[in-house]
């Protein structure tokens, strides 16, 4: 990666992780790497200003300044490799689902500290839901319930 220009962080964000993904090895490159922090170290804010010093926002793009070692390497370091953690951080919010009262809980997936993703799911005493929700975001990976 040289020198690429994007709109929006967003753009910027995507770009890292479709170049995370191309090879085939990785499906879900925020499941297994902290993008913010690769962000972070590799996306830069660029935009011109006025001869006052004011910022002239319609300039204002992003760039990944970064050769293709420094991105791999920038990549690697961020690689997340503890364990992944599913806990219920909410529970029994009321709600309506398809016209009817009832409650959601919500599920924070975690790994290495770092929040992969939060699901509602419909509260329940039977555990399928749960485990079903969990397995929508990180496949079949393990995880272990902090409870």
Known sequence: MTDNTFTTLGEAIASITDAIEAGGAVTDARTEYDLDAIADELITEHADETPEGATIASSLHFAIDADEDTFWATVEAH??????????TTVDTPTVIDGRRTTTDTITITRDGVELDAIDVESSEDEAPYDLAVRSIIG?????WIR
């Open 140 to 144: 079949d990976q393990p995880f272990t």
């Open 79 to 88: 690689e997340l490799t503890g364990p992944i953690t599913a806990e219920l």
